[in-house]
């Protein structure tokens, strides 16, 4: 099954061991290494790129990301769009732009979900999170949400994906 979900995935993996990364993963380091600038805008005042919360210039080899996201979205949206550029998603203006999700409607196009996958895959890599959830016998959400430093949002969604139950403190 070599599907582009596969592929986003196999390249999430490759880089995580490329560059000997660990998690919580540390982004901007990762950037770095890529030779990638990362600056933070306030997309609203810049002509065509309003309701954009990231975007990445390939030649220029910088992203930019929307100065108002919290920590965790900030991450996610950081690490989509090494996905396309790592995925190589090219578009005739040399860059992509990525809408805030009101404004992107429900519909994603494959190089979308593919960079998605590749973010949750390289902020959440499956075999952490099985070693994770092995190591406790009342595993919560919160112990993970702390050990990857992400979205309560997106590690929901990916605890779901792998079937993997925790508890509720309370
Ligand atoms: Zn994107």
Do not use: W
């Not at 982004?27 to 005042?45: G, H, P």
């Not at 995925?87 to 994603?108: C, F, I």
């Not at 016998?137 to 050990?147: A, C, D, G, Q, R």
Request: charged residues 30%; contains cysteine.
């Amino acid at each position: 099954m070599n599907d582009f979900r596969e592929l986003a995935k196999e390249k999430a993996r490759e880089v995580f061991e490329q560059y000997n990364l660990s998690v919580p993963v540390d982004l901007l380091k990762l950037t770095q290494n890529l030779n990638i600038s990362v600056s933070e805008v306030a997309f609203e005042r810049i002509d065509g790129l309003k309701n954009c919360d990231g975007c990445i210039f390939y030649k220029e080899n910088a992203i930019f990301v929307d100065v108002e996201l919290s920590p965790t979205r900030l991450k996610f949206t950081l690490a989509n769009e090494l996905g396309h550029y790592l995925l190589r998603h090219q578009t005739q203006e040399g860059m992509y732009a990525d809408k805030k999700a009101s404004y992107r409607g429900k519909d994603k196009n494959n190089e979308e979900r593919a960079a998605d996958i590749f973010a949750a895959e390289l902020l959440m890599p499956e075999h952490e999170m099985r070693k994770l959830h092995s190591e406790y016998v009342y595993p919560t959400l919160e112990i993970f949400v702390k050990h990857f430093l992400v979205s309560v949002e997106a590690m929901r969604i990916r605890l779901k994906e792998f079937n993997l139950e925790v508890y509720r403190v309370k």
